[in-house]
């Protein structure tokens, strides 16, 4: 079975300064690695994934994440923080062949401070 | 639509009433899941479709939940006699892709708000 940890449920940083949100992953198999963002009252949103192609992934809003198979994480980066940012990330595993695609973390809530 | 839509978007129920979730995902989407999500936690997988074949249902936390999506589009869930522990957001998505293809996106709806008083 796999899982997902995000250490940190909360992290403030500095409008400007750069975003680390941090994953790591348990899989028997080699996984496809995802992270969402969901804004208050909103569903979510596909920021990023990793299917075993590039290792460093990517995705919307400036953010990339880059996986790291040997420290089994896929932590998510952005060089510089904009307010808009805030809101609560998912991480998420999906093992290919599997019915339930994806399996989460649960959550790290992004502030930014001005 | 463009997107997966969900309703209602907010429902109270009270202890015990049965409450219907309806879900419609993008046109032309085969693949379905229900996810569950409390508060301050990250969704839980309840269930899937295939087209109009359940395919997992291995999620729903007891049999007081159903869900079902007769003509493989509009979907379902169900839940009977609801308790103050099924209080959370049920968050629908879809995908266009069978399960298994290579990390096909799954698009999620805004979710259903449930509270039960």
């Known amino acids: 079975a796999q899982s997902v940890t995000q250490l940190g449920s909360h992290v403030s940083v500095s409008e400007g300064a750069l975003v680390l949100l941090r994953c790591n992953y348990s899989?028997?198999?080699?996984?496809?690695l995802f992270w969402y963002v969901q804004y208050p009252n909103q569903g979510l949103q596909l920021l990023l994934k990793?299917?075993?192609?590039?290792?460093l992934v990517k995705g919307i809003n400036g953010f990339e994440a880059e996986f790291k198979k040997s420290e089994t994480s896929f932590h998510l980066t952005k060089p510089s923080a904009h307010m808009s940012d805030a809101a609560e990330y998912f991480c998420?595993?999906?093992?290919?062949?599997?019915?339930?695609?994806?399996?989460f973390g649960s959550g790290t809530q992004l502030t930014v401070l001005p | 639509g463009a997107g997966v839509s969900q309703s209602p978007r907010y429902k109270v129920a009270k202890r015990g009433q049965d409450v219907a979730l309806r879900c419609d995902p993008i046109?032309?989407?085969?693949?379905l899941f229900w996810y569950q999500q409390a508060l301050g936690q990250g969704p839980e997988f309840l269930t899937y479709?295939?087209?109009?074949?359940?395919?997992?249902k291995s999620g729903l936390p007891s049999d007081r939940f159903f869900a079902e999506r007769p003509e493989g589009s509009v979907s379902t869930l169900k839940i009977q006699r609801t308790q103050q522990e099924d209080s959370a957001v049920y968050l629908c998505?879809?995908?266009?892709?069978?399960?298994?293809?290579?990390?096909?996106?799954?698009?999620f709806g805004e979710g259903s708000w449930l509270t039960v008083v």
């Open positions: 998505a879809s995908s266009l892709a069978l399960q298994g293809s290579s990390g096909n996106t799954i698009y």
């Open positions: 899989s028997s198999v080699p996984p496809y």
């Open positions: 990793y299917t075993s192609a590039a290792t």
């Open positions: 998420a595993v999906s093992v290919p062949g599997s019915a339930r695609q994806l399996t």
């Open positions: 046109s032309g989407h085969v693949s």
């Open positions: 479709f295939q087209n109009e074949a359940q395919l997992d």
